[in-house]
């Protein structure tokens, strides 16, 4: 190769050069100086396996938003999301929701990363003092752990030994009316799947003291190959078997059970079918599996529920997802919180946060509250129902029982030495 | 593969300088000032964002430069290199939350764990040569990551050590102090680039480089190669061991994502952006490697395709890092205007 330039760097390029990069991280701070609109920060997983999760977060957040901006936005300032991907890494989770806050100048943070990414975008909230808002974790002690507790976060995702109970109970009652006592387990290996199944069985033979595990399994998160864990569910030859896979994996585990007709031998309950992003594509949907609700638009069975679902279709060519459910709450309690407050300051906000009550689409009698004690979310729609192969899916879904539930939510934090 | 190091051993083999001292000196000096520099930053630029940037600089520029005492000066390609990093994140908040101890004592305490775990693991793997020491540093870097995620009593499991890293204050450093926990991380930064610097240059580092060359030939001349090789392993595992602690204090938690195998192929891959012939190539390299990472997240969402472009025109177009490549530019510079 030949060179047809004096090679070299000049000193005029070289001072242009670190003056570009001295303005570059200068000029945030500039930006910051006019604040008409108000600023809202959003970690989370766009790409990967669950982007698809993510990004039905961000399309409900922007469904929301619209509707706020609409209104007047918060206190007269519209909202201006600014959202990240994480890619699901705790690191890049803390480190975008620190630049979001100190260099994009947000003043809100709506955190919607997964586990771990949840507890590190925690500890920036505890450090920054920002007002940040929880929505897609769903470990029961982020809020339940005092040791967690700050003032200025929140949570608006189900929570973890809420479904449990629901689940343990809906379940138990079935086992009596049809005397299955011999079960199975089949959940991911990891802390998710170990913990959600531990306080299902706990709930479960507190209800049905007679059922007995007999068999368990714990296939690797995003596991390919099922066959080997069918072929032993089948030959443990339980009356009912526990799912919580999710996601693909579920659909997975589902399309290659059919294949050895588990499905007509055992009754199946699998917490997470129930939502679109397996009901939709799994390939021979098996009649009367037993599911919690994740989000469907039939359940709450209200015309603002399924209005919710229609928009949320129309707009993005999708169903909702579990996620979206829970991040176009964050938006609404923080539309109605700044509205009580008349204020679109973090800390008036998180004040008027504290109790709130909405009415909500997703509400299992309209409405949701933000509980004081722990700042999370609690009255929203819990139930569980059996499959269809085709829409909409769940026809009937059974409520659960809030006041069951809050009554052994606080023996559970008892047990734990949280209270 | 060949070529490549042959070339290295060339250039890196330059007859070392008669006056160690007056060059230890001037590496006080440069460390000094470097640390100046850095510390009076803050007072220049006011962004918060250049303070984080910066200590994640040191994190991942002390886990890269050490791996490359390994793969750039001793030819060990480890792939197992982040379960140091890990170790040292979870050695320190852990140590941190369930004893009560002060930092400093976390600190060396947990440098004493990655000691002992390296010394172990490395005396198991060094042994092996090329392929054979990625996958078993590899193997045990996912027996360290598996450990971290079942043993849900200690580490909280996949969830990550939660409820924040205290931080007692000690020496008249509050490292809850974002100011403090940058000077802190930029001297440690500092300090363990000049460390490093010196084993490098020190006869220890020129053995390295003709183990690197020639084991064979090396153990002829009397060198214990198993010895050496493992002195390296276990200092290359304190340095990273210290990137991990300053990552657990900026995100105040530690994760299994620490000790996953993406951390070492991250190692691997500053290495490869910034070159491996260079002792400053893998800081260069994480700079880069940070900038682009950062840059490329806030536009969009496809920066593993944009990340994979920039390391195919590494890989395939300059075929070499960026500081090897500036060097070799400078010295055909140099040349052509000697001649």
Known sequence: MTRTRKPGVSR???????GA??????????????????????PTILSGRVAQLGTSSRNAVMLEV????????????????VIRDSKGQPQEAARV??????????????????????FAVHEVARDLGVLCIHTNSETSSLTADPKQHIPNAFRTARQGVHDSIVGGSYAAAIAKAKGLKKWAT???DYAYGRDT???????????????????????KLFQPDYTEVVTKILQAKPQALYSCLWGGDLTSYIDQANIYALFSQMEVFAVNMADYTALTVVKNLPKGIHSGNRYIKTYPATPENAAWGDAYKAKYNEYPTNWSWENATAIMLLAEASKKANSADGKKIAEALRGLKIKSPFGADGTVTMRAEDQTLVGYAIGWGTTIPQEPYVPQVQAGDWKTIFELEAEWKKSKGYT | MSELQADQGAQALDVPQPHAKTRRNRDVLIALAAFVVLALLPMVFSSKFLLDFVIRCAAYGLFATSLNLLVGYTGLTSFGHGMFFGLGAYGFGLMMQKTGVSVPVAFVATLAITFVTALVIGAICVRLKEIYFAFVTLAFQMLIHSTILSWVSLTGGDQGLRGGIPRPPFWGIDLSNHLHLYVTSCALLVIGLFLMHQIAQSPFGYTLRMIRDNATRASFIGIDVWRAKLTIFVLAALFASTGGVIMALFVSGAYPEFAYWTISGEG????????VTTFLGPMVGTVLLLILNDTVTRLTEYHGLVLGIVILFFAIGLR???MDFVIEWYAQRRDARGK
């Open chain 2, 320 to 322: 070499k890092g960026l």
């Open chain 1, 21 to 42: 990069g001295a303005v570059t991280f200068a000029t945030p701070w500039v930006a910051r100086a006019q604040a008409k609109t108000i600023k809202v920060g959003m």
């Open chain 1, 12 to 18: 005029r390029a070289t001072l242009a050069m670190m």
């Open chain 1, 186 to 188: 089949c959940s991911p």
């Open chain 1, 197 to 219: 199944t531990g306080e299902y069985v706990t709930y479960l033979k507190r209800f049905a003291p007679d059922v007995e595990i007999i068999s368990e399994s714990w296939p």
């Open chain 1, 66 to 81: 619209e509707k706020v901006n609409a209104a007047g936005g918060l206190a007269g300032r519209q909202i201006e999301m």
């Open chain 1, 97 to 118: 929701a620190r630049e979001l806050v100190n260099t994009d100048g947000c003043e809100i943070l709506i955190d919607a990363e997964a586990s771990s990414g949840a």
């Open chain 2, 268 to 275: 691997i891959f500053i290495n490869m952006l910034g070159g």
